[in-house]
């Protein structure tokens, strides 16, 4: 196969302890090794800083919400289109763009892998088939837990060992890979068009409560010894006056685990809000943050919300009903029976208005006031924060003051009352940068064992080379250069090969989805338990061995397997 | 200035072109520029279309495009057009005014389906039938036609007007299942008969002078009117109810049954 010798390049590499080094990396079948012969292809990296593909620990890009938006939004379909050009396809949508859209402008970003942050188990074939057209990326896909009926009903017994069990069967059959937690209770409760405002108020009929199912599910993922944390949306999402709860969900996690955090909560930005209302809401970020620093075990996502026009889509179903009273707008409300639900809603965040301005402080402040960046992890949410291709624009504004101020010169004035972000110095520097958008995440998801987000022999040769010079850009003056490098790396390189160059794509690729299966002793394998097997075919309308998603629909698998401690 | 664009014979005629370079107002520059997709290849308008070119206009009100030969794959003719007048002499594909908000489209054929989708404005008269979503909003699409005026002398398909926000739109002959549906504003006039119309209506006028089959149970009788031409007497609905719709219907004839 292919060999390759990247030259010159100046090298950021977190994990290995690398904080820019001007080195030679070599590539060998798809992994980086320590040397290669002569006749290996050659790229010049000098003056370009070399890192990591980048990761995206929480997005929306696979799967039947997001092409449910992709259907209700015609006029986001007409944003954006591309004609079919040398191996590319056409693509169209700016929020929420078609596959092969998502795929190219990820990885003219160099981003190499991404974890699609809710899939509904039931709708799991959708989001596979759609990650099948994902070609130049590594997949991963949360799966939904929060209103699984076998799940809650372990929960109400305090069967730890059960609801590990039901979540080992549901990911291996899914090809999930890991636990994903939105609202918990909540989407059960929206089936009877309530909601749970937070951890302690009880779901009906099942008689749990939201922190009883995370911390039920907290020492289940621990027995599965899965590679990711439980994964969690907290209750009460975009509520003026939800920080507490935030912090809340936040105290339930124990320390359980050496490697990585315990308990990973995404979007913290739409979950640290204070006030009472719309009308006097502002900015927690600095609790939430400061909960964040005491907690080694909990890591974040910023869950950035930017200006401008983006779709927000979510498993939280009341939540988006929530927004539908506001806006008035379209809304498409979705069940998924026995499992979660979903919904969406068209969304235009402008600097006219208050909340809207509040929101873009708390994603930046939470950024810069959680001390380690690898607690805090760069994300939109994408897209409901706004889309992916707006990272690059966070990137320069965590790292420039100048950039901030100039931008909040243009907010609506009577936001700056209510944020801190004016008075927060902290620029990020570039180790901070390569952090937040890779080796973070890799510990955060436990994927570093496979290769991934380090640049050292063993590691996937996942490699984004950036047209910037680092020493010679200072890049609290010049964010305009910093931006224009991360929209469009020089090259990226994706399994050893170069898949894009200067924004242009060079190969068809395929995709590689990434799935656990947890080996559980014979007693609590659910696919042989009678009263799971009962109830399954009592209530779901589909049959259980109609259930698992084949591994035919994966193009190419990667399954970890882990000895669960049941 | 009058362009006159003959549909050069195809091999295979069942291959859509896309056309949205069909718009006077292209005209004013020279006609090699555009292209237009045939399938999933782009190529020059002059490879589709014989060209011809009489006389000349300074700005787009004064082009008057004429389209010949068999157009019925022609899709989105006069997309986004904004004056002019563009004249079809047989029958014309799917798309043809949409957007569009000034100008005239006359087709002497029979118009394929979403004939003036979301049109803001303009006029657009069609000799022949329409097919299904005539002067309607596209799927997922909160508005539909937002102004202007429509006109089918024929029969239209199903959905006609749905999401219409605006304008005017009339049918002659007969419609489809549906029309009307989602409609908040403008009037919608329909001669012939139709099934289960304006259902989730929340404002506007819709008039049917035809025999209503299915007529929805979720609009409320509120009284008689005499239709001025004709003298006609039609019966007045408000609703849709279930939508606290504040929509009118007026009837002449209608069964709940379908």
């Known amino acids: ?566 | 200035m009058r362009v006159i664009l003959s549909a050069r014979p195809r091999k295979n005629p069942f291959i859509p072109v896309e056309a949205e370079g069909i718009v006077p107002a292209r005209f004013l520059q020279p006609a090699e520029g555009i292209t237009v997709a045939v399938g999933n290849r782009d190529r020059p308008l002059t490879d589709v279309f014989e060209v011809a070119i009489e006389g000349t206009a300074t700005d787009a009100a004064g082009v008057e495009v004429v389209l010949r030969g068999d157009t019925s794959r022609v899709k989105r003719v006069g997309e986004y057009m904004e004056a002019g007048k563009i004249r079809v002499e047989r029958d014309i594909g799917m798309h043809c005014g949409n957007f569009m908000s000034g100008g005239e489209i006359e087709i002497l054929g029979n118009a394929d389906g979403w004939l003036g989708r979301e049109m803001r404005g303009g006029r657009i008269l069609c000799h022949g039938n329409a097919s299904h979503y005539c002067g309607s909003g596209y799927r997922g699409e909160k508005h539909g036609m937002r102004g202007g005026y429509l006109e089918v002398k024929g029969d239209a398909g199903d959905f006609t007007a749905e999401y219409l926000a605006g304008g005017e739109v009339i049918i002659h002959g007969n419609c489809g299942d549906m029309p009307g549906v989602e409609m908040k504003a403008g009037t919608l006039t329909i001669m012939g008969s139709c099934s289960r119309p304006c259902g989730n209506m929340t404002g506007g006028t819709c008039t049917i002078l035809g025999t209503v089959a299915g007529m929805l149970p979720t609009f409320r009788r509120a009284g008689t009117a005499m239709r001025e031409s004709g003298g006609i007497s039609l019966t007045r609905f408000e609703g849709d109810v279930a939508n606290r719709g504040k929509g009118t219907i007026f009837i002449r004839d209608w069964q709940y049954t379908l």
Not at chain 1, 33 to 40: I, K, R, T
Not at chain 1, 190 to 204: Q, R, Y
Not at chain 1, 326 to 335: A, F, I, R, T
């Open chain 1, 1 to 566: 196969m292919t060999r390759l010798l990247i030259k010159n390049a100046y090298v950021i590499d977190p994990l290995n302890g690398i904080r820019g080094e001007v080195m030679d990396i070599a590539v060998k079948d798809g992994w980086i090794v320590e040397s290669v012969h002569d006749g290996a292809e050659v790229i010049d990296a000098r003056g370009c800083l070399t890192l990591p593909g980048g990761i995206d620990s929480h997005t929306h890009i696979c799967g039947t919400k997001v092409n449910f938006g992709r259907y209700m939004m015609p006029e986001d379909m007409r944003a954006g289109r591309t004609q079919r050009r040398g191996v590319m396809h056409s693509t169209s949508g700016y929020s929420v763009p078609t596959t092969y859209g998502n795929s190219y402008r990820y990885s003219t970003m160099g981003y190499t892998s991404v974890l699609e942050g809710a899939m509904a188990p039931l709708e799991a074939r959708h989001t596979h088939e759609e990650f099948a057209a994902t070609p130049l990326q590594d997949t991963m896909a949360n799966t939904l837990f929060d209103g699984n009926w076998p799940v809650m009903e372990a929960v109400r017994d305090r069967d730890v060992k059960r609801a590990a069990a039901i979540v080992a069967w549901t990911l291996a059959a899914v090809k999930g890979f890991a636990i994903k937690l939105t609202n918990p209770g909540g989407s059960e409760c929206w089936g009877w068009g309530k909601n749970v405002k937070c951890i302690h108020e009880t779901v009906p009929y099942f008689e749990v409560s939201p922190a009883e199912i995370i911390e039920t599910l907290i020492r289940a993922n621990e027995m599965l010894r899965l590679p990711h944390s439980v994964h969690l949306h907290c209750n009460n999402l975009g509520v003026p006056g939800n920080y507490q709860c935030t912090i809340g969900s936040m105290d339930l996690a124990p320390d359980l685990n050496p490697d990585r955090q315990s308990l990973y909560l995404t979007h913290v930005q739409f979950h640290a809000y204070g006030g009472t209302s719309w009308k006097d809401i502002c900015s927690r970020a600095e609790p939430v943050a400061h909960a964040v620093n005491r907690k080694p075990q909990v890591t974040i996502d910023m869950g950035q919300m930017m200006f401008g026009k983006t779709t927000t889509m979510t498993a939280d179903g009341p939540m988006e009903f929530n927004l539908y009273r506001l806006h008035h707008n379209k809304w498409s409300n979705h069940d998924v029976e026995l499992e979660t639900t979903s919904g969406i809603i068209p969304v235009y965040y402008s600097k006219t208005s208050v909340v809207n301005c509040v929101m873009w402080a708390i994603g930046l402040e939470l950024a810069l006031l959680v001390a380690s960046p690898w607690q805090c992890l760069l994300a939109t949410d994408n897209p409901n924060g706004g889309p992916f291709i707006k990272y690059p624009e966070i990137i320069a504004l965590l790292m420039s003051r100048r950039y901030r101020e100039e931008e909040l010169r243009t907010l609506a004035p009577e936001a700056l009352s209510r944020i801190t972000l004016p008075s927060l110095d902290r620029e990020l520097d570039w180790h901070d940068i390569a952090v937040m958008t890779r080796a973070g995440q890799a510990r955060a998801l436990g994927i570093q064992s496979i290769g991934k987000g380090h640049l050292a022999p063993g590691a996937e040769a996942d490699i984004a080379i950036y047209p910037i010079r680092v020493d010679e850009t200072d890049p609290s003056r010049q964010f305009r250069d910093v931006i224009r490098a991360f929209q469009k790396t020089s090259w990226t390189i994706k399994r050893g090969r170069p898949v894009a160059r200067d924004g242009e794509i060079l190969v068809e690729g395929t995709n590689k989805t990434v799935w656990v299966k947890p080996k559980v002793p014979d007693q609590y394998d659910m696919g042989k338990d009678p009263e799971f097997a009962r109830n399954f075919d009592r209530y779901y309308t589909v049959r259980m061995s109609n259930y698992p998603v084949q591994e035919l629909y994966l193009q190419r698998s990667l399954c970890m397997e882990s000895e669960a401690q049941l």
